[in-house]
């Protein structure tokens, strides 16, 4: 196959990648996504989808990425039945930490979100001193994923299902591979880097429970929260490093229901609809940067978002289009 400058390969069709690929699209690249999970089998498909970043470095870049991303959601929250996005209330409880959620590093992340504001003490559930009170976005993944495939191809793009083995094929297919493979990355560039952050929900009939709340500490394993959708309520959560595992398990599944329940005593004995295991491709640091290919095609990164990828997902598609434009053939 001849390779174009002009032709784009995205590996990788979780929301990164289908992102991404829609950003260049629209910008006027041929874009093809390549994947060998459809969208709805990816680790994004099992994401709660609050918009709030989460488990990702560098954060300033992150923050940036995260403020845009927001602003693009909350657009698209005006036709939530189309896009998977609506805009809700809700609670972050101080976790602890370093900044990774309820912590001072994320200062400019306050600053953006519109109406953003310390929580009253009657806002906040027993045991909690001190919080933030949000209208954020929240997102209905599956729905999310399937808009965005929708999105690609009425900017004619395409989506095909099937395994990339290296990076130098890729690029003898096209003059640019844009890798968002995720954990995937581990073998497809060799990155050691790249690990599964595990995380375990379930999901309940909701009991009436209309606002989202979240408490997490940035290195705890066990983590609360408590997410409303149109098919249910998604209750969390666990962050276990380097815990492989996609298959649920009962005792952990049973101890997040009892920890949402110490707060939300509603939720006690509310019946499961399912339960879910995604794994986060978490990194030190997200990569997000260009190279060339030993044959001269352009490569730009995009992966390593642990647990933000929606959150920062329309940030980082707006530097994938930068570092392609960037690369580009003087006309």
Request: one cysteine or more; charged letters at 20%.
């Amino acid at each position: 196959m001849t390779s174009d400058t002009n032709d784009v390969l995205v590996i990788g069709a979780g929301v990164i990648g289908l992102t991404s690929a829609v950003a260049l699209a629209e910008s006027g690249h041929r874009v093809r996504v390549v994947s060998r999970d459809a969208s709805g089998d990816t680790t994004s498909a099992v994401a709660g989808g609050l918009c709030w970043p989460y488990r990702i470095q560098p954060y300033e870049k992150a923050v940036r990425w995260s403020v845009r991303s927001f602003q693009v959601l909350a657009d698209l929250a005006r036709r939530p039945e189309e896009t998977g996005s609506r805009m809700a209330d809700g609670t972050m409880a101080d976790g602890g930490g370093d900044g990774h959620l309820g912590g001072d590093g994320l200062a400019d992340w306050y600053a953006a979100v519109p109406g953003m504001r310390r929580a009253h003490p009657h806002e906040l559930p027993d045991g909690f001193a001190s919080g933030w009170r949000a209208r954020t976005p929240l997102v209905d993944m599956p729905v999310h994923l399937r808009y965005l495939e929708r999105r690609l191809v009425r900017a004619g793009g395409t989506v095909q299902r099937r395994a990339v083995t290296s990076l130098e094929e890729a690029g003898r297919e096209a003059g640019t591979v844009v890798n968002c493979s995720g954990l995937g990355a581990r073998d497809l560039v060799s990155d050691p880097e790249v690990h599964p952050v595990q995380g375990q929900l379930v999901v309940v009939a909701n009991p009436g429970v209309e606002e989202w709340f979240v408490s997490a500490g940035s290195g705890a394993e066990t983590t609360t929260y408590v997410l409303p959708q149109p098919y249910g309520l998604v209750l969390g959560g666990t962050a276990r490093e380097h815990a492989w595992s996609r298959e649920p398990d009962p005792a952990v599944a049973a101890a997040i229901v009892a920890r949402c329940a110490d707060r939300f005593p509603e939720l006690a004995g509310a019946r499961v609809l399912a339960h879910k295991v995604g794994l986060r491709p978490a990194r030190p640091a997200v990569r997000l940067a260009a190279e060339r290919l030993p044959g001269g095609a352009l490569c730009v990164h995009n992966y390593g978002h642990g647990g933000a990828g929606v959150t920062v997902s329309w940030g980082c598609a707006d530097e994938v289009v930068r570092l392609v434009g960037e690369a580009a053939p003087a006309a």
